[in-house]
């Protein structure tokens, strides 16, 4: 500064506040251009947890779906056994009815083979008991966490939905094999009824 000129203070000081004024608003720019960017990630976080919270709405809806269409087939596999079981009740009666009136004196002798067949089906009834007493045992989950459980019940709930799907499977197959024996039973009968007619028609001639 040359000797003699006269020093603006007034000037230095508007300069240091403009630069100051300055600074501030690059502070003040930069504060809203953070706080707009933690606006935008809340809200793609929101949109996030929303659509999740969809996807597991419609995940639910369609878990509920699928079962009431099961309790529906099985409903229905239960109404066909309750029928063909009564169906077949009906005919064994019918059938006893005559075994009683024609068998006479062997009417002991074939309760003792009826007692005999129920015999063996408690006989089966208790291999099975322990078939599955082998083989239902017992869950350990001792030490799991609950990422471990969760993956054990997706793990059985998806080996009981394969059960139930050869149950069912199992079942129709059934059904329809005691319809087929029943048609077969009441062939059998008609043609021993035309038979017995047609040896009654040559008797008489």
């Given at each position: 500064?040359?000797?003699?000129?006269?020093?603006d203070?007034?000037?230095?000081?508007?300069?240091?506040?403009?630069k100051?004024?300055?600074?501030?608003?690059?502070?003040?720019d930069?504060?809203?251009?953070?706080?707009?960017?933690?606006?935008?990630?809340?809200?793609?976080?929101?949109?996030?947890?929303?659509?999740?919270?969809?996807?597991?709405?419609?995940?639910?809806?369609?878990?509920?779906?699928?079962?009431?269409?099961?309790?529906?087939r099985?409903?229905?596999?239960?109404?066909?056994?309750?029928?063909?079981?009564?169906?077949?009740?009906?005919?064994?009666?019918?059938?006893?009815?005559?075994?009683?009136?024609?068998?006479?004196?062997?009417?002991?002798?074939?309760?003792?083979k009826?007692?005999?067949?129920?015999?063996?089906?408690?006989?089966?009834?208790?291999?099975?008991?322990?078939i599955?007493?082998?083989?239902?045992?017992?869950?350990?989950?001792?030490?799991?966490?609950?990422?471990?459980?969760?993956?054990?019940?997706?793990?059985?709930?998806?080996?009981?939905?394969?059960?139930?799907?050869?149950?069912?499977?199992?079942?129709?197959?059934?059904?329809?094999?005691?319809?087929?024996?029943v048609?077969?039973?009441?062939?059998?009968?008609?043609?021993?009824?035309?038979?017995?007619?047609?040896?009654?028609?040559?008797?008489?001639?």
């Amino acid at each position: 500064m040359p000797d003699g000129e006269k020093v603006d203070f007034d000037d230095i000081q508007k300069k240091r506040q403009n630069k100051d004024l300055v600074e501030l608003q690059s502070l003040i720019d930069a504060h809203f251009e953070h706080r707009k960017k933690e606006e935008e990630e809340l809200l793609g976080l929101k949109d996030r947890i929303e659509k999740r919270r969809s996807e597991r709405a419609e995940q639910q809806r369609v878990r509920a779906e699928k079962d009431k269409e099961r309790q529906a087939r099985r409903e229905a596999e239960r109404q066909r056994k309750e029928e063909a079981d009564a169906h077949w009740k009906a005919e064994a009666e019918a059938k006893k009815k005559i075994a009683l009136s024609s068998m006479g004196s062997g009417y002991s002798s074939h309760l003792q083979k009826i007692e005999t067949k129920r015999g063996k089906k408690q006989t089966e009834r208790e291999k099975k008991k322990k078939i599955m007493t082998e083989r239902c045992k017992p869950l350990n989950i001792e030490g799991f966490t609950e990422d471990n459980l969760r993956e054990k019940a997706k793990e059985l709930w998806e080996w009981l939905h394969n059960l139930e799907a050869i149950k069912y499977d199992y079942c129709e197959k059934l059904t329809r094999q005691r319809y087929e024996v029943v048609s077969l039973r009441n062939r059998i009968d008609e043609l021993q009824k035309h038979s017995k007619k047609g040896a009654a028609a040559r008797r008489r001639k």
